[in-house]
């Protein structure tokens, strides 16, 4: 198919995106030596923790946290499980999020302002919508072991914004399962894989990295890889970020309440302020929990048929892992990632996965308008989501807007539309065949 002239532009840097993958040893990484991530959807750990301490962290994770011990006032669900277990703890689901905000006078996003009770508290200049609140409520707590009474029949808890907001976009939840790999990728091995994708892409295709604070290495900048917008960089960052503004449980790197009047608010701040007997709070655990699962498996049945193989080979030469990058090497055991926060473990170190991601931003036509972590420029642009575990997925891309794996990919414009036009000239067979191979992630 190379000799055809509309396919020899991404032949040309298909080619070189397997080159890619395999990050280099200038980085320290060494593909000879490097292991395969295990994977499998079974609850049983990666090797980062053993298998006790797993099902203790994945407890955490499963808690189902109430008024008592910090949940809202204002939150989405009362367990990060909630969202993530689609097909085991800790992969995605089909639970979206709200998101609003607005363009200013000069064209910047700014997030939305919500109003609270009856409109005597706002909250500006936050993105994020919370779909529950904790109050109007009647209800007996228990707070650090003592009984006492939550009495707010009149307190309007609830966030409300106006039509100003007419930035308003939904995100489905993503996958968690294989995350500390992804944590235990350098820095420079993204930058080199954005600066190589562009140069070899004639310009055409440019993800971009954003730093992003780490907040327990005081706010260093690292670069993001989690996150719909890569917002973060670091699974404790992660935790503390979604401790805070999903369930309400503020914590010792976020430790204020995102209403700062504390409206129906009994418990004080930070919530998650016990230390166990390892010394650890609750955002460490659920950290650890991620740090230690095992990759989303392939569906072997459909990756090694006749099809599967060959739609493997399709996504490769058509030029889809320029961006679905398909594998890549973890930093050595012992060196330092996420601004110095993380060492990389032994179990995570030199490892090779099969993430389907670059973990950069693109601009592929279908951006939410939203700006977060990173500048004005990502408005429309979103992070190339991991493939891997795509066929747990009912709703695809990060809105949900398409329901077919073929719809899903005619939607990519933008940076991707070379390659989706090199989708579109294969035969209906070749693109049942990478459909088939979606299909098996
Ligand atoms: C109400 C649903 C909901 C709850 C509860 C929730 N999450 Fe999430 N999670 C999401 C959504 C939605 C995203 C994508 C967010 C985005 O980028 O806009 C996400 C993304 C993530 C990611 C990034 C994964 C990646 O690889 O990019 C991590 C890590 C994560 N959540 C951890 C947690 C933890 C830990 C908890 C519990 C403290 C939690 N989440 C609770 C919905 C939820
Ligand atoms: C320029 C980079 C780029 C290229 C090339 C590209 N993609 Fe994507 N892909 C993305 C981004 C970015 C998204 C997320 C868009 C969104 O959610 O708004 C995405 C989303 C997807 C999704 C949805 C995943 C989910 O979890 O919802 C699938 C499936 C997918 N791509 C398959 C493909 C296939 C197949 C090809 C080749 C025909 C391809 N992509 C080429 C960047 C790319």
């Given at each position: ?10 032949c ?8 890619l ?40 994770f499963?808690?189902?946290e109430t ?12 367990s ?13 689901s ?25 409109n ?12 529950r609140?904790?109050?109007p409520a ?23 914004i106006?039509?100003?907001?007419n ?12 995350d ?31 730093k ?29 970020d ?15 309440n995102?209403d ?9 701040d930070?919530?998650d ?6 010394g650890?709070?609750?955002?460490d ?24 193989v060959?739609?493997?080979?399709l ?11 398909s ?5 050595p055991?012992g ?53 891997w ?30 390659v ?15 459909i ?6």
């Amino acid at each position: 198919m190379c000799s055809k002239n509309t396919m020899l532009y991404v032949c040309l840097i298909a080619g070189l995106a397997m080159a890619l993958a395999i990050a280099g040893p200038s980085l320290g990484q060494n593909s000879s030596t490097a292991t395969e991530a295990p994977s499998g959807y079974d609850n049983q750990p990666n090797g980062l923790t053993d298998q006790a301490t797993f099902s203790m962290d994945r407890g955490k994770f499963e808690e189902t946290e109430t008024i008592g011990e910090g949940l809202g006032p204002i939150f989405n669900a009362q367990s990060c499980r909630e969202c993530h277990q689609n097909p085991v703890t800790g992969s995605g689901s089909q639970i979206k999020e709200f998101r609003a905000g607005h363009r200013d006078s000069t064209g910047r996003f700014v997030g939305a302002t919500a109003f609270l009770a009856d409109n005597t508290v706002t909250i500006p200049n936050r993105s994020l919508i919370n779909q529950r609140a904790i109050c109007p409520a009647v209800d007996t707590i228990t707070v650090d072991g003592v009984q006492q009474t939550f009495n707010f029949p009149q307190t309007q808890g609830q966030e409300r914004i106006t039509t100003a907001e007419n930035i308003l976009a939904l995100r489905l939840s993503l996958n968690t399962l294989g995350d500390g790999f992804i944590e235990s990728v350098l820095d420079q091995a993204l930058l080199n894989l954005a600066s190589a994708q562009c140069a070899n892409t004639g310009g055409a295709i440019c993800g971009q990295a954003v730093k992003v604070p780490v907040l327990e290495a005081n706010g260093t900048l690292a670069v993001g890889r989690f996150g719909w917008k890569d917002q973060h960089a670091s699974l404790l960052s992660f935790s503390s970020d979604a401790y805070l503004n999903e369930m309400g449980i503020s914590n010792r790197l976020a430790p204020n309440n995102v209403d700062l009047t504390r409206l129906c608010d009994v418990v004080p701040d930070p919530n998650d302020s016990e230390v166990d007997s390892e010394g650890l709070n609750d955002v460490d655990h659920l950290a650890r929990f991620m740090r230690a699962t095992k990759v989303p498996p392939r569906d072997t049945a459909l990756a090694t048929s006749a099809d599967g193989v060959a739609g493997a080979s399709l996504f490769h030469s058509v030029g889809c892992d320029i961006c679905h990058v398909s594998s890549i090497i973890t930093a050595p055991a012992g060196t330092a990632v996420a601004g110095g926060a993380v060492h990389v473990a032994p179990a995570l170190g030199n490892t090779v996965f099969h993430p389907y991601s670059d973990f950069l931003l693109h601009n592929v036509g279908t951006g939410d308008g939203i700006v977060q972590t990173g500048g004005q420029e990502t408005a429309n642009k979103m992070r190339t989501p991991p493939l891997w575990g795509v066929r747990t997925r009912t709703e695809l891309l990060h809105d949900g807007r398409s329901v077919t794996f073929f719809s899903a990919i005619q939607q990519h414009r933008g940076e991707a539309q070379p390659v989706t036009n090199n989708f579109n000239s294969l035969s209906t067979t070749q693109q049942n065949q990478l459909i088939t191979f979606l299909r098996s992630l």
